[in-house]
């Protein structure tokens, strides 16, 4: 227990509330265990952005964060809007668009678990470039972006990660920009539905052909002809928008490049040793 409730803690800035099992108590839902949610808020330690930090920082942001249940095909914020709170995702996904027209969106990248949302406004920029759709139903801890900001310029440790992600949100964004361009359909769905699987940590998803096409921006035919292909492989199946992966080392070998340069770049083995080093203290 002495993890749960590390008290007192000192941050840079006066606390406008104190971390105590009051509070957190009073967080809780009345429908729910108090106890049992009171852990699952002050451990949200699924988002890897987050557990990377060390203990006393990551109580700091915590004194700023609330819980929040992100609903599929929810619009955090859309391109050209202020963004008023940053995410980081426990076990939803977010889906970043490039919007083209007010009839056409393409996803150019997506986050999970391993990072956060609204990385723009750390960088400066308190309008989105791009749009956030949630496309993973889940939790997520929210926190207002003015907050965040004060946070991030007092922690090296908080604008070193902050840097690391958006080296692979960049990475990503590049990459995808190639995917889209030279590889068939097919491989592309399958990278795509493995990236959604890491990210969720779970192999079954509920995502509609339509949505899909959306995210890949091709034809809708398209896409049914390329998930009845991988099912008629047994590497996938699907019925009224449900999805599952049943074969992912036969999915894996059938997605594009792309997947293995997205989803293995230095920055994660970097918040993985962290994380480590940090479950050992
Ligand atoms: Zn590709």
Same mark, same amino acid.
């Given at each position: 227990?002495?993890?749960?409730?590390?008290?007192?803690?000192?941050?840079?800035?006066?606390?406008?509330?104190?971390?105590?099992?009051?509070?957190?108590?009073?967080?809780?839902?009345?429908?729910?265990?108090?106890?049992?949610?009171?852990?699952?808020?002050?451990?949200?330690t699924a988002n890897a952005l987050l557990a990377a930090l060390?203990?006393?920082?990551y109580?700091?942001?915590?004194?700023?964060?609330?819980? $929040? #249940? +992100?609903?599929?095909?929810? !619009? /955090?914020?859309?391109?050209?809007? %202020?963004?008023?709170?940053?995410? =980081?995702?426990?076990?939803?996904?977010?889906?970043?668009?490039?919007?083209?027209?007010?009839?056409?969106?393409?996803?150019?990248?997506?986050?999970?678990?391993?990072?956060?949302?609204?990385?723009?406004?750390?960088?400066?920029?308190?309008?989105?470039?791009?749009?956030?759709?949630?496309?993973?139903?889940?939790?997520?801890?929210?926190?207002?972006?003015?907050?965040?900001?004060?946070?991030?310029?007092?922690?090296?440790?908080?604008?070193?990660? $902050? #840097? +690391?992600?958006?080296?692979? !949100? /960049?990475?990503?964004?590049?990459? %995808?920009?190639?995917?889209?361009? =030279?590889?068939?359909?097919?491989?592309?769905?399958?990278?795509?539905?493995?990236?959604?699987?890491?990210?969720?940590?779970?192999?079954?998803?509920?995502?509609?052909?339509?949505?899909?096409?959306?995210?890949?921006?091709?034809?809708?035919?398209?896409?049914?002809?390329?998930?009845?292909?991988?099912?008629?492989?047994?590497?996938?199946?699907?019925?009224?928008?449900?999805?599952?992966?049943?074969?992912?080392?036969?999915?894996?070998?059938?997605?594009?490049?792309?997947?293995?340069?997205?989803?293995?770049?230095?920055?994660?083995?970097?918040l993985?040793?962290?994380k480590?080093?940090q479950?050992?203290?």
């Open positions: 227990m002495n993890r749960i409730f590390p008290l007192p803690i000192q941050c840079g800035q006066p606390h406008r509330h104190s971390l105590t099992a009051d509070r957190l108590f009073a967080l809780t839902p009345l429908n729910a265990h108090p106890l049992s949610n009171a852990l699952e808020f002050v451990e949200p060390p203990r006393h920082e109580f700091c942001l915590l004194e700023d964060m609330e819980p $929040v #249940h +992100l609903a599929f095909g929810e !619009l /955090l914020y859309d391109t050209g809007e %202020t963004v008023r709170y940053v995410f =980081f995702p426990n076990d939803s996904l977010i889906s970043l668009l490039t919007v083209v027209d007010p009839q056409h969106a393409l996803e150019v990248g997506m986050v999970g678990r391993e990072g956060m949302v609204g990385i723009s406004y750390a960088l400066g920029m308190r309008r989105s470039p791009l749009r956030a759709l949630v496309h993973g139903a889940g939790a997520a801890m929210r926190m207002s972006a003015s907050r965040f900001r004060i946070q991030f310029r007092q922690s090296e440790t908080l604008q070193r990660l $902050v #840097h +690391l992600q958006t080296q692979a !949100l /960049l990475s990503q964004i590049a990459q %995808t920009a190639a995917c889209n361009r =030279f590889h068939m359909i097919e491989a592309r769905l399958a990278r795509w539905l493995l990236m959604t699987r890491d990210r969720l940590g779970k192999t079954e998803f509920r995502l509609t052909h339509e949505f899909l096409s959306e995210m890949l921006g091709v034809r809708r035919v398209g896409v049914t002809n390329a998930a009845h292909a991988l099912k008629l492989r047994h590497l996938i199946d699907y019925h009224r928008g449900d999805i599952s992966i049943i074969d992912s080392a036969g999915l894996e070998a059938s997605a594009c490049t792309c997947y293995r340069r997205i989803t293995a770049p230095v920055w994660q083995r970097s993985t040793a962290k480590s080093a479950l050992i203290c």
